[in-house]
């Protein structure tokens, strides 16, 4: 396994965030060496859903005043519609993104996550996946989607859906690696 000992990575999320697209990514990310910072738009906790249910919430470690995209090497995109849907839409997290798109930094987004890729305008002309429901509106952003369980585009890994996750996990892992530790501590 690649060792992601001087990784730090950025996952971003609010309130209503799918616990297993948070959570096992980022023990995985944890069992490879990384440091991973969950960044939200509040501090305190967030409230994570199993599909449709309340299930745990998870502490925020910095909120999206705090964070800047040169403090970390990757960005981790769970998905969730009610997380996605609520944090396309804040302009901190777009220009973050925007940043990151600039630097090259990798960027992996699994479920209703590219959502936030598209309010971004980073779409265009990527090949991507995501959950089968909003690949019109990747569509109309100018990207190809592909019903895939993991797509790599570069910088980019995108996954459809929480049974993706290990294919996933593999792949950001893989990403993650090739990537020199340039972030501030």
Not at 104 to 110: D, H, N, R, S, V
Not at 149 to 167: C, F, H, K, L, Y
Request: hydrophobic residues 40%; negative net charge; charged residues 20%.
């Amino acid at each position: 396994m690649p060792n992601l000992q001087n990784i730090r990575v950025a996952c971003i999320a609010t309130d209503g965030f799918e616990e297993a697209e948070l959570t096992e990514p980022v023990k995985a990310l944890t069992e490879a060496g990384a440091q991973v910072d969950v960044v939200a738009p509040k501090s305190g906790s967030i409230q994570g859903f199993k599909h449709h249910d309340k299930s745990n919430t998870v502490p925020v470690d910095r909120t999206l005043d705090q964070a800047t995209p040169d403090q970390y090497d990757a960005v981790l995109l769970p998905g969730g519609a009610l997380n996605a849907d609520a944090i396309r839409m804040e302009q901190k997290l777009q220009s973050f993104l925007k940043m990151f798109q600039q630097q090259g930094k990798p960027i992996a987004a699994i479920c209703h996550a590219p959502w936030e890729l598209v309010s971004a305008g980073l779409t265009k002309g990527r090949t991507l996946t995501s959950y089968h429901t909003i690949q019109d509106d990747i569509r109309n952003a100018g990207a190809n989607w592909v019903d895939r369980e993991v797509v790599v585009d570069g910088n980019w890994v995108t996954s459809r859906q929480p049974t993706d996750i290990p294919a996933f996990n593999r792949e950001i892992i893989t990403l993650f690696s090739k990537v020199p530790a340039t972030s501030g501590r």
